[in-house]
């Protein structure tokens, strides 16, 4: 485990009072929650944060020999990630692995955003998971759900942005450049909000990315 440099507190997202408030009522909160997080940029570490910022406890993988892209934008990685603890794995090696087995089995959700090839890739598919912690519940951020023609197309958000038009002005057909492509903050509420749902049912839940845009694009129209 590394710490130091990347554990910054970040200006909080939330005050964390809705979470014990939430316990007290008898609802689900993100109140000592463990969280493995797998995810790498924006989407699945806002999720993330916005969990650990109400309670949670949450890892996060980073290994130096494949860092996270936003290593080089530290005010934004310190804001998404500054209330978790970095961990340094890499899975290629024997005795990490053995590590990344014990928060595999240590933790109620995992959440990632790979490709659906890598982690069983790895040699954790769904069943080895399953069998190492049946408990474990999985949020997969994706670019696309299973069933579309697009299904194995790697994706990121700001690439969903455009594929769902919101890069384009709606009155003159001409591109627009915007700051934020929304699919990425959208996708991570609603994966923050399904980790909490499924939190220790041992469930696997997809979150597309493409749902978000989809969803973003509809109201720009009118639809």
């Known amino acids: 485990y590394r710490s130091g440099g990347y554990r910054v507190p970040p200006p909080a997202f939330g005050t964390g009072v809705g979470a014990k408030a939430d316990d007290a ?7 000592g929650l463990k969280v493995l997080n797998l995810s790498s940029l924006w989407a699945g570490p806002f999720a993330t944060a916005l969990l650990a910022d109400h309670g949670a406890t949450v890892l996060k993988l980073d290994p130096d020999c494949r ?10 990685y310190a804001h998404l990630n500054g209330h978790k603890e970095i ?6 090696v024997g005795s990490d692995r053995g590590r990344f087995e014990q928060l595999l089995r ?3 959700v995992l959440v990632t955003s790979f490709s659906r090839r890598v982690l069983p890739n790895l040699g954790y598919d769904a069943h080895t998971i399953a ?5 474990l519940s999985t949020v997969s951020i994706v670019g696309f759900p299973l069933g579309v023609p697009e299904a194995d197309w ?14 384009i ?5 001409t591109a627009k450049a915007t700051a934020v492509a929304y699919p990425d903050p959208l996708t991570g509420y609603r ?20 749902d978000a845009g989809v969803l973003v694009a509809a109201e720009g129209t009118g639809a």
């Open 25 to 31: 009522a008898g609802r689900r909160s993100a109140w």
């Open 106 to 108: 240590w933790a109620d």
């Open 169 to 173: 002005d709606a009155l003159s057909g």
């Open 67 to 76: 860092p996270d892209g936003f290593r080089e934008r530290p005010h934004l």
């Open 87 to 92: 961990v340094d794995l890499d899975l290629r």
């Open 131 to 135: 069998r190492l912690n049946p408990k």
């Open 191 to 210: 994966a923050a909000i399904a980790a909490l749902v499924c939190a220790g049912s041992g469930a696997h839940v997809e979150v597309p990315l493409v």
């Open 154 to 167: 790697l994706a990121y958000g700001s690439g969903i942005h455009a594929i769902c038009g919101l890069g």
